[in-house]
């Protein structure tokens, strides 16, 4: 079946500029994560929705992040005034509801910021 | 604080000879453990997990690996390497007691090289 697909796959933004990047997770999936690649500092989680929860938004390094989820299937997570350290590899994974059951990851959507 | 250390950068091994990469967690309780792995330009792939049972899990692609509560780790092994097995790996964890969030905490990775 079809897999968590992310787009764009690429955006280069000026520094300053908003940007949405968006997940659609894999059908079925009620639990949805972002997670964040950059040079030097691993992955590191940034927010996770799970049906009509209240997401986990502790991840997310400055009020200039946010995201939603709507319908509890296709997730945006946008950036505001964008900064050259938001420049990173932006990974969105949706999984069954449960600890025990793994994540499935998106190829990602690489975003530079000039 | 959960964490996962994977020591080595990069791995390098001849193809055909085993491998492992290593994984160590800290983690109060009994811990869910992951491995993934990326390729160029990829995303991640799940690669195994070990939840509960048996120490060792045997995963996608021939990988397995051994859960080893004393030594709290969670090192990747296949038996025989192959070239196209070279990639990225990381290892996770998650503290299944957290009830906030499932989110996965993970090691800095480890650069496997395989050579013909």
């Known amino acids: 079946g079809a897999g968590v697909s992310q787009s764009p796959s690429n955006k280069v933004t000026e520094k300053g500029k908003d940007v949405e990047l968006r997940c659609d997770p894999i059908s079925g999936h009620t639990a949805l994560y972002w997670y964040r690649q950059s040079l030097g500092q691993g992955l590191e989680f940034l927010i996770y929705f799970q049906g009509n929860s209240a997401p986990d938004k502790s991840g997310l390094p400055s009020d200039r992040f946010s995201a939603e989820r709507t319908g509890g299937s296709v997730s945006t997570l946008t950036i505001q005034r964008t900064q050259q350290e938001d420049s990173a590899v932006y990974l969105c994974?949706?999984?069954?509801?449960?600890?025990?059951?793994?994540?499935?990851f998106g190829p990602g959507t690489r975003l530079t910021v000039t | 604080a959960q964490s996962v250390a994977q020591p080595e950068d990069q791995v390098n091994v001849a193809e055909g000879n085993p491998l492992t990469v290593k994984c160590t967690y800290s983690v109060s309780g009994n811990p869910y453990l992951f491995w993934y792995v990326q390729y160029p330009n990829r995303g991640l792939q799940f690669l195994l997990k070990y939840i509960t049972g048996d120490n060792l899990v045997k995963g996608s692609y021939g990988f397995e690996a051994e859960f080893n509560k004393s030594q709290t780790s969670f090192h990747l092994k296949k038996p025989s390497a192959l070239v196209s097995d070279s990639a990225l790996y990381f290892c996770?964890?998650?503290?299944?007691?957290?009830?906030?969030?499932?989110?996965?905490?993970f090691g800095s990775g480890t650069r496997l090289l395989v050579r013909p």
């Open positions: 996770a964890v998650r503290d299944p007691r957290m009830d906030s969030s499932y989110k996965l905490i």
């Open positions: 994974a949706s999984s069954s509801r449960g600890s025990s059951y793994e994540q499935y």
